[in-house]
């Protein structure tokens, strides 16, 4: 699929202007602290959720195979959950997804 510059110039200022604009906004109009513990706790947690939804549709179908992706995010989740680190987290989680493709294409 070719898009032509223009189009694709055009579609990013729009998505600069978008964001420019919320970040001025709720600069310009936010001068106050906020003190009500629940908006201090959902705007906390807000960035991590948004990480979550836009990285878990990719890591689960970016496999051949959606039972790879989904044990490859098991096998992550409970390593994380024991607090391992980031290399062997990561390194498990592809080993995994290997193995069940490989289970998978040889049955």
């Keep these: 699929m070719n898009v032509p510059v223009v189009e694709m ?16 906004v709720t600069l310009l109009f936010g001068k106050k602290t906020i003190s ?8 906390y947690y807000l960035p991590y959720s948004v990480l979550a939804v836009m990285v878990f549709p ?19 989740l409970l390593l994380s959950y024991f607090r391992k680190g980031l290399i ?5 989680s592809i080993a995994t997804v290997f193995a069940v493709e490989l289970l998978f294409y040889f049955l």
Aim: charged content about 10%.
């Design 88 to 92: 062997p987290v990561s390194l498990a």
């Design 58 to 76: 990719a890591i689960v179908f970016s496999t051949s195979d959606l039972y790879a992706g989904i044990a490859g995010t098991v096998v992550a």
């Design 9 to 24: 110039l055009v579609g990013c200022l729009i998505m600069f202007a978008v964001t420019y604009l919320t970040k001025a």
């Design 36 to 43: 009500n513990r629940y908006v201090r706790s959902f705007l």
